[in-house]
């Protein structure tokens, strides 16, 4: 089962570090759950689902994030993230292939930044899909 654990943390600007220890378990433990190579604990659902206000079911399953946290479509300017996360690629091998720093692509992937078109081309290839079906129109 998927959790969408990484993206309610980035939107809320919480470090992983930080969240880690207020939930009592080492960062690579809070890394394995979110990149979903590890099964968390009844306990660590119930301490997340807490810390992050929220309910188990609406942290842990396998819709996609905008369907479950409706407000993450609000300024959702790419699907990189999803995709990515989809196709169970690490952030690190995708960056490697684009050829840009893992901090850029994060920022990316979360509409920090808007991407050259040329990227976008790139992604496209990466992904094996279309620059429309991983970006979408900014509304101007």
Do not use: C
């Not at 807490?50 to 905008?66: A, G, H």
């Amino acid at each position: 089962m998927k959790n969408h654990i990484f993206m309610l943390r980035k939107k809320r600007g919480i470090k992983q570090y930080d969240m880690a220890r207020a939930l009592n378990v080492s960062p690579s433990y809070l890394s394995k759950i979110e990149t979903n190579n590890q099964e968390p604990t009844e306990k660590f659902k119930t301490n997340v689902a807490k810390y992050l206000k929220t309910t188990i079911d609406k942290i842990f399953n396998n819709q996609p994030v905008e369907e479950v946290f409706p407000e993450f479509s609000n300024g959702l300017s790419n699907k990189l993230w999803a995709k990515r996360r989809e196709l169970g690629i690490k952030q690190y091998d995708i960056a490697k292939k684009l050829k840009v720093s893992t901090p850029f692509l994060s920022k990316v992937e979360l509409g920090l930044i808007e991407p050259t078109e040329d990227f976008k081309t790139q992604a496209a290839k990466v992904f094996k899909t279309s620059k429309t079906e991983l970006f979408l129109e900014k509304n101007k």
